[in-house]
């Protein structure tokens, strides 16, 4: 099915990312689609909750109107699309969920270890992080690499703040109703996420479910080919069906 030049792409870093993590999906999209990052772990965040983060979003997207928006987050990324879709359903017509939380009130076995950083973090302790989150298939050095040095950048205050925020967050599904259309990514291998909460965000009226094999909670540093071409199928349904 094809796309049209009206289809905006808005992309969401997960927890300690930034835009970089796309960069080997973005060349796989359809020239049709326009991409647009919007950077959620930055110095100038003044309100780390998912819902100021959401509102972060929403206020990049008020202020460069454009045509049909899909909103892509992945991993916390994906948390803060939900929390988006909820509070500004105008801004949504479509929700693409990779290696998604449905809900993050605990903290994570990592956390003590955030909360112990402090600066400068080395690259090579950015990169170490990655083990925090297993994968199953091979990762290009290249991409790691860069991945490391821009968390890196990040600091030690951005990572714990970021944190924090996401954990003290209530569930974006227990403050209201997404009703934009959802595609749902997921790895069959995620001892992050979890089977548990691929099924709940299944539930969201209108979504579709797609869990692959042999892949971790990563999904995007993983699959990046098939994401886009999972992301390719959703916008061009969205454009035939408007």
């Known amino acids: 099915m094809g796309t049209d030049a009206t289809t905006r792409l808005v992309l969401l870093p997960g927890w300690c990312e930034t835009g970089g993590v796309f960069e080997r999906v973005v060349p796989l999209l359809p020239a049709a689609v326009t991409p647009l990052v919007v950077e959620l772990a930055a110095s100038d965040v003044a309100d780390w909750s998912v819902r100021g983060l959401a509102a972060r979003v929403a206020a990049a997207l008020d202020a460069r109107p454009g045509g049909r928006t899909v909103v892509l987050g992945t991993s916390s990324g994906a948390y803060v699309a939900q929390q988006l879709a909820v509070d500004r359903p105008d801004l949504v017509d479509g929700l693409v969920l990779v290696g998604a939380p449905v809900a993050l009130r605990a903290r994570p076995p990592f956390a003590d270890e955030v909360d112990g950083l402090t600066d400068p973090i080395s690259p090579a302790r950015a990169r170490a992080s990655f083990e925090w989150f297993a994968t199953r298939s091979p990762i290009p ?30 569930p974006p599904l227990s403050t209201g ?17 979890g089977a548990s909460h691929t099924h ?18 990563l999904v995007l540093w993983e699959r990046p080919e098939r994401v886009a071409a999972d992301v390719t199928r959703c916008v061009g349904q969205l454009a035939a069906d408007a």
Do not use: K, M, N, Q
């Open 141 to 170: 050095a290249a991409f790691l690499d860069a991945r490391a040095a821009e968390a890196a950048s990040l600091g030690a205050r951005v990572w714990r703040d970021s944190l924090h925020g996401l954990v003290d967050a209530a």
């Open 200 to 217: 709940l965000l299944a539930a969201i009226p209108g979504s579709r479910g797609v869990v692959y094999d042999d892949t971790g909670h």
């Open 177 to 193: 109703t997404i009703t934009a259309p959802t595609l749902v990514l997921s790895g069959a291998d995620d001892t992050v996420v």
